[in-house]
């Protein structure tokens, strides 16, 4: 099985925690994967930093929104994805 996960990373304001959840992904073994960032109007630098990070990286996507909160950002991030979307709710 090699199907692609998308991982998904709302962001406001947190750069530095922003690095760390890239690091994290980008260190894993499973290789099929892509990367979406969504800044949710940060107003540091999370998302320069986030460009910077990934810009070696062929399958990332920067999604750049006015603030609208953790699920909408998450949700944007998902709508954008293009992999299999599981879940597991009951």
């Given at each position: 099985?090699?199907?692609?996960?998308?991982?998904?990373?709302p962001s406001y304001n947190r750069f530095e925690y922003l690095l760390q959840a890239v690091e994290s992904v980008l260190n894993?073994?499973?290789?099929?994967?892509e990367?979406?960032?969504v800044n949710d109007g940060s107003t540091d630098n999370s998302l320069e930093t986030a460009q910077k990070a990934l810009s070696n990286f062929n399958n990332a996507t920067f999604i750049n929104q006015?603030?609208?909160g953790l699920s909408i950002a998450r949700n944007k991030g998902?709508?954008?994805?293009?992999g299999l979307i599981i879940s597991n709710f009951s």
């Open positions: 099985m090699n199907d692609l996960v998308s991982v998904i990373i894993q073994t499973y290789n099929n994967i990367i979406i960032i006015k603030n609208k998902i709508a954008n994805s293009k």
